[in-house]
């Protein structure tokens, strides 16, 4: 089960009768959850923008937040999801004052107004909360609207290895050797690592000297049912004296760019699983999904840096990076993009077409692999991804 296959299963109970309630007639239209794991989403339909105070902020076991600029209407009431037992839209002071009664220790981690946009036609406010303290969460039973953790995968995880380039496309060359030519012999190293171990079952995009569209190489790790997918490449620049390693993971500027990717079509949200029942319901949905990728795959990223800082890879400084690469932008499957050394450097280029040497550095790899599957995920946030995220 894909981490966006998890959501869509919460999102069942999330968003029925107790997720969705309608406000009748006033400025404020509804109140609606969506929760992941320790985090919960709380968006606020509104007919016009406000301005947000934050009244109380968790510490007695309640959110309290008071809308300057719109009206309560008849005012709306009823049970939460995930960190929110239930919730209350009230007047007061010429204010609508929104309660939100926690269902275990909580704090505001982030709060934002959204104009309208992307096919919803009015403002939302979206407040995001996460748990703190673990006493409190022990000591109260769950709630039912609250989702279940996620299941690990039954069987072995699947890599998708992604060899950069190939076919009519060489890549960047060095002095004697091609892109192309060297992220294929790694990645069928970094196969015959994995598969060698037992623990994994493994796909590339490529095996031999084809071109494979970028876009491609996203679908082929996200109809695989990818647990992870790593594309290999060879860096370049002017100074032949640059040289090492580094790791891309997706910018937020290319999370907004996976957004557009992916809901262009009518039926977007069908090649992602979503219900398809609202809009709005389905992007905070994917947003949530997006979010914890990009969380697993900066979990990644990390993981495989400091298995080759340990190693005999040369590093770049800044070895961690970001960008809207192509194919970085599956929103449900973890995805880095490695950049084995530059090889317009003699000294990596000689590491990179060493097979030697290459091999070394694939068993680094494989190993950074097994201990991101070995790990428990540590809890981690991203900057929200697809919406403008901002301190009203």
């Known amino acids: 089960m894909t981490a966006l296959a998890f959501v869509v299963i919460c999102a069942v109970g999330l968003f029925g009768t107790r997720g969705f309630a309608w406000g009748a007639q006033g400025d404020v239209l509804s109140v609606r959850f969506g929760a992941d794991g320790d985090r919960t989403r709380v968006v606020i339909d509104l007919e016009k923008a406000a301005q947000g105070r934050v009244v109380d902020a968790g510490g007695q076991g309640r959110v309290t937040l008071a809308l300057n600029g ?213 992007r905070i949905l994917l947003d949530m999904t997006q979010r914890a990728t990009q969380n697993r795959s900066a979990q990644f990223a990390r993981v495989l840096l400091t298995h080759l800082e340990g190693s005999e890879t040369p590093l770049l400084r800044r070895s961690h990076r970001d960008a809207g690469l192509a194919v970085l932008l599956a929103p449900d499957v973890p995805a880095v993009l490695l950049e084995m050394g530059f090889i317009t450097n003699p000294e990596d280029e000689r590491m990179l077409t060493d097979e030697r040497a290459r091999r070394r550095l694939m068993k680094t790899v494989a190993d950074g692999i097994d201990r991101y599957f070995r790990e428990p995920a540590a809890p981690m946030m991203t900057a929200s991804n697809g919406l403008a995220a901002g301190q009203p």
């Not at 673990?134 to 060899?163: N, Y």
């Open 70 to 282: 719109v009206a309560p209407g008849r005012g709306l009431n009823g049970d939460g999801s995930g960190l929110v037992r239930s919730y209350a839209v009230s007047a007061s002071g010429g204010s609508s004052r929104i309660q939100l009664e926690l269902a275990r220790g909580s704090e505001i981690e982030r709060r934002f107004l959204l104009p309208p946009g992307d096919g919803v036609s009015h403002y939302r406010y979206v407040i995001d909360l996460k748990a703190v303290g673990g006493a409190v969460a022990a000591a109260r039973a769950p709630s039912p609207s609250t989702p279940p953790p996620q299941p690990r995968r039954s069987g072995k995880p699947l890599i998708v290895i992604d060899a950069g380039h190939g076919g009519n496309d060489p890549g960047a060359s060095g002095a004697g050797a091609r892109e192309k030519t060297v992220t294929l012999a790694a990645a069928l190293a970094l196969k015959s690592e994995l598969e060698r171990t037992g623990r994994y079952r493994v796909r590339l995009t490529r095996e031999d000297d084809r071109y494979v569209d970028l876009y491609r190489r996203v679908a082929i790790a996200r109809q695989a049912d990818a647990d992870l997918f790593i594309s290999l490449h060879a860096d370049a620049g002017a100074d032949p004296a640059l040289r090492g390693a580094s790791v891309y993971t997706l910018s937020e500027q290319g999370a907004g760019r996976a957004v557009r990717e992916f809901t262009r079509g009518d039926n977007w949200h069908r090649e992602l699983h979503l219900p398809g029942r609202d809009p709005s319901v389905d």
